[in-house]
């Protein structure tokens, strides 16, 4: 009956053994295990909250981005704008001048029409004068010849 003394004191070995685990070695062994479960969690969420925070950049990036397109469209467009308005400035600038050149280049004819027309009187009244003294034959006085071309201005 050796046998089962031998195993009567194997298996109070072995319960001495668990005790021994259960009491000394086990504690430890949850705890690294409990703490690296602890690091694989936090890492985890740490990942995650990285993905979010990552997703909320590139929303925020994408709406910079079509923020600034949109800034960069509405002031190629006011600039557009703005060349058109210099545009039709400078063709009323244009307009303009040239009315004010055509109104002196008007007004200068107008001179030129007038001191024609006063040469023209000055060349009629002569002409009227020696056609005159001519028919007459006589000789018209100084005072009297004035008059005479005076009077022959006013009726031109």
């Known amino acids: 009956m050796n046998i089962n ?7 109070i070995t072995f319960a001495a053994f668990i005790w021994f685990t259960v009491k000394f070695v086990w504690p430890p062994l949850l705890r690294a295990i409990e703490s690296r479960q602890k690091t694989i969690a936090e ?14 950049s590139n929303k925020q990036a994408e709406e910079t981005v079509r923020q600034s397109r949109d800034r960069a469209a509405e002031i190629l467009a006011q600039a557009e704008k703005r060349a058109a308005e210099l545009i039709e400035e400078a ?7 040239s009315g004010r050149e055509k109104a002196a280049a008007k007004a200068e004819i107008d001179q030129e ?3 024609a027309r006063e040469q023209l009187r000055d060349q ?15 000789e018209v006085d ?3 010849h004035a008059e005479l071309l005076g009077s022959i201005k006013g009726q031109l």
């Open 43 to 56: 890492g985890l969420a740490a990942a995650e909250q990285g993905k979010k925070s990552l997703e909320v």
């Open 113 to 115: 029409v007038a001191r």
């Open 91 to 97: 063709k009323l600038a244009a307009k303009e001048e």
């Open 124 to 138: 009629v009244a002569m002409l009227a004068v020696a056609g005159a003294e001519k028919i007459l034959r006589r």
């Open 5 to 11: 003394l031998t195993l009567f004191a194997q298996a």
């Open 142 to 144: 100084a005072k009297a």
